[in-house]
C-alpha cells in the first residue's frame, strides 16, 4: 500500500497563507490525493481532492507535482478556526483511504 | 444535508458488557465504513459495507462484530472488549466507494474499564 508523510506540526499566523506538503512517492497511477482536516474532538472533515492538476475549491487549493510524488495544501488566509490535524491521504483501491500521520496545524493570533 | 450522524456520542462499558454504537446517514450512499482512532493517531480502517454487505474486514478481532440493516444504517456490536479497544469510533459514508470523498461522523469516544 502506498503511504504518505507529513512534517508532524506547523504554526502560521493568522491572515497569512500556509503551505503544508505531503510526500507520496510510491504512489501508483489511479491513486486519488485526498486532504481532510480534524478538529478537536471531531470526525475528519473534507477539504480537497485531485488526481493530476491543481485543484482549487472555497476552503483551499491543492498543489500536485508533475512526477505526483508529492502534494501541497495550501491555505490562502489561515484562521484561527483552521487549527487542525490535516491528514493527506491517498485512496487507494475502491475504498480504502490511507492516512498519513498527519500535521497539526497551529495559528497564531 | 452531508451529516453522518453516530450515537452514543461517549460510551463506558466493563469487559463483560455488550453495547452497540450507531451510525446513520441519509444522503443514500450505498458504502459505509468504520474506523478506530487512537489518541494522536491517524484512523484505521476496521469494516467496509457496500451495498449491504461487509467488503472489508481489515482482520479485526471478532469481539467487534457489524451489522448494516439497511443502506442508511451501520451498527457495530461489542463484545468482551478489552482496555486496549478504548478510542474514537468514527462512521463514514460515500456514494459507492468507487475512489470517492468520504463523509465521516463525529465519532463515539470509547472507554473500556
Known amino acids: 500500500d502506498a503511504k504518505t508523510t507529513q512534517p508532524n506540526s506547523m504554526e502560521s499566523n493568522e491572515e497569512e497563507p500556509v503551505h503544508l506538503p505531503c510526500n507520496h512517492s510510491?504512489?501508483?497511477?489511479?491513486?486519488?490525493i485526498h486532504w481532510y482536516r480534524q478538529l478537536p474532538s471531531q470526525g475528519p472533515e473534507y477539504v480537497i481532492h485531485?488526481?493530476?492538476s491543481n485543484v482549487n475549491n472555497r476552503m483551499a487549493s491543492l498543489a500536485i507535482a508533475e512526477d505526483r510524488k508529492s502534494s501541497t495544501l495550501i491555505l490562502h488566509r489561515a484562521t484561527l478556526r483552521d487549527a487542525a490535524v490535516y491528514y493527506c491521504?491517498?485512496?487507494?483501491?475502491?475504498?480504502?483511504?490511507?492516512f498519513g500521520t498527519g500535521t497539526r496545524l497551529k495559528v497564531l493570533a | 444535508d452531508t451529516e453522518v450522524t453516530q450515537t452514543p456520542k461517549h460510551l463506558v462499558m466493563g469487559m463483560t458488557n455488550k453495547k452497540s454504537l450507531k451510525c446513520e446517514q441519509h444522503?443514500?450512499?450505498?458504502?459505509m465504513y468504520w474506523y478506530k482512532q487512537k489518541a494522536k493517531k491517524p484512523p484505521e480502517l476496521m469494516f467496509v459495507?457496500?451495498?449491504?454487505?461487509?467488503?472489508i474486514n481489515e482482520s479485526v478481532p471478532s469481539r467487534f462484530s457489524p451489522e448494516c440493516p439497511n443502506s442508511s444504517l451501520l451498527n457495530l456490536h461489542l463484545h468482551a472488549l478489552q482496555p486496549e479497544d478504548s478510542a474514537l469510533y468514527l462512521c463514514?459514508?460515500?456514494?459507492?466507494?468507487?475512489?470517492?470523498?468520504?463523509?465521516f461522523g463525529p465519532g463515539t469516544r470509547l472507554l473500556v474499564l
Open positions: 491521504i491517498l485512496l487507494s483501491g475502491t475504498y480504502k483511504y490511507i
Open positions: 459495507y457496500s451495498y449491504e454487505k461487509l467488503s
Open positions: 463514514a459514508s460515500s456514494q459507492s466507494g468507487t475512489k470517492e470523498t468520504q463523509y
Open positions: 510510491t504512489i501508483s497511477g489511479t491513486d486519488y
Open positions: 444522503m443514500g450512499h450505498r458504502a
Open positions: 485531485g488526481l493530476t
